[in-house]
């Protein structure tokens, strides 16, 4: 298919998943709105729609909590397809029926986006609506995720972390112990290759600590506290550093002055902090069990995001150079979601290997912002070759470029029309 083709069938695939407002990440699999997938589809919607960009977003504020939190799902409707559904989670924190924690907050740096690439007018009216929210959004998440204020954000979930299975998570996740889960049914293999799909192991440890958020009336202090499960992310930490940065620049676009100086507050912190998921033995930042103490061994793709969170100091940058080129060698397709010489690694299983393109994407951006031209393109040419191998599925394998997971999904299209396109590449140049 040629890549003018690919443009139009990427505008499809936004077009047919949008459900009115919201889009959902693919029928069958994902039927509902999705956090951070969300907002990556309105980077596609942007492309030709700038209206309907904005609304994806403030759709998705629309079920923001009374305490700030923005939840990784909202269940507009009670489709039996999915589970766990919204009985299953059982909240009242918001104005829609809605899972108990949050997801990647990418929200900011796209709100930037939009109000640099305006070309309505209109941008900086829409964006002072939603700064208050996403203020609450980003204080929720250092009140709640930072309890300790050690300047690093914690997952309660492994699905809080948007990347489900990752290996990071296996020696926390053991410590789980299974109770207080009823019967069911799991939807996902019916939609997916059970072989590219978390094990069941897993999906009771995640439903046991679903369990202990309901227990806990997904009182965001008590989950802190007691959650069973509660590792510092290096991907949600760089996200929201990186979200931060941008927060800060629409608050001075905005003349949000008491804003701007708590957000600088936040930035200091945050890059302090980043420090102590530093792994000298590995030259990568990596996440922390918090319960435990114990740092991972592994590199994900998420290491590769300091940069995109700014932190391109010398040893840092130099260091994920190195290990860039190392993984190039060893696959044929940039960046798997972990290190292919690790023993977890799993080419097509989920977050243990495949390739992500929402992922490649800020990774490109931050090796841009540090001056490596070369490997930021290096990964827009690998997404683009995997998209025209691999149409537009949910994630990729690394070694082949098999598509995997889902189909005509909604992010990879959206990635597609708003960095990996040839014709966008050309814009841009």
């Not at 440890?205 to 510092?232: H, M, N, Q």
């Not at 945050?270 to 435990?292: I, P, Y």
């Not at 990729?396 to 959206?414: I, L, M, R």
């Not at 014709?423 to 140049?429: G, T």
Request: hydrophobic share 40%; with cysteine.
């Amino acid at each position: 298919m040629s890549d003018m083709n690919l443009d139009k069938t990427a505008q499809s695939i936004l077009v047919e998943n949008d459900q009115g407002g919201y889009t959902i990440p693919t029928k069958g699999l994902y039927p509902y709105q999705w956090n951070w997938d969300s907002v990556f589809v309105a980077l596609g919607f942007a492309t030709f729609d700038q209206d309907r960009a904005w609304r994806e977003i403030e759709m998705l504020f629309e079920g923001q909590w009374r305490d700030g939190m923005v939840p990784h799902i909202l269940f507009r409707k009670d489709d039996p397809s999915y589970f766990p559904g919204p009985k299953v989670w059982g909240t009242d924190g918001g104005p829609i029926p809605s899972s108990g924690h949050s997801q990647p907050p990418v929200a900011a740096t796209v709100v930037r986006d939009l109000v640099e690439g305006d070309r309505s007018g209109k941008a900086l009216e829409r964006a002072r609506a939603l700064l208050p929210k996403l203020m609450a959004w980003h204080r929720w998440y250092l009140a709640y995720r930072d309890p300790q204020d050690l300047g690093v954000l914690a997952v309660m979930h492994p699905w809080e972390s948007g990347r489900d299975n990752l290996p990071d998570w296996d020696e926390a996740l053991r410590a789980v112990e299974i109770r207080d889960v009823e019967p069911y049914v799991r939807k996902d293999t019916s939609h997916v290759d059970p072989s590219m799909r978390p094990h069941k192991d897993d999906y009771d440890r995640y439903l046991s600590i679903v369990a202990a958020g309901r227990k806990a009336g997904w009182d965001p202090e008590k989950v802190a506290a007691t959650c069973p499960f509660f590792v510092a992310d290096p991907g949600v930490t760089f996200i929201f550093l990186r979200a931060n940065r941008d927060l800060l620049k629409v608050a001075e676009a905005l003349g949000a002055d008491a804003e701007a100086k708590e957000i600088r507050g936040w930035i200091q912190k945050m890059e302090k902090g980043a420090t102590t998921l530093w792994n000298e033995d590995l030259k990568a930042h990596v996440a922390r069990d918090l319960r435990s103490g114990k740092l991972t061994d592994g590199i994900s793709s998420a290491s590769f995001l300091a940069l995109y969170a700014g932190l391109t100091d010398e040893p840092v940058l130099s260091s994920l150079q190195g290990h860039f080129d190392r993984i190039a060698s060893k696959v044929r397709y940039l960046m798997p979601s972990y290190d292919p010489d690790h023993r977890s690694y799993e080419p097509l299983r989920y977050w243990r290997g495949p390739v992500w393109a929402m992922i490649n994407y800020m990774i490109a951006r931050g090796f841009a912002d540090a001056g490596d031209a070369s490997r930021a393109e290096r990964m827009r040419a690998d997404t683009e070759a995997l998209i025209e191998t691999g149409g537009f599925a949910e994630y990729f394998s690394p070694e082949s470029g098999t598509g995997a997971g889902g189909g005509a999904f909604s992010w990879t299209a959206a990635i597609w029309l708003t960095w990996a396109s040839p014709s966008r590449a050309d814009q841009a140049a």
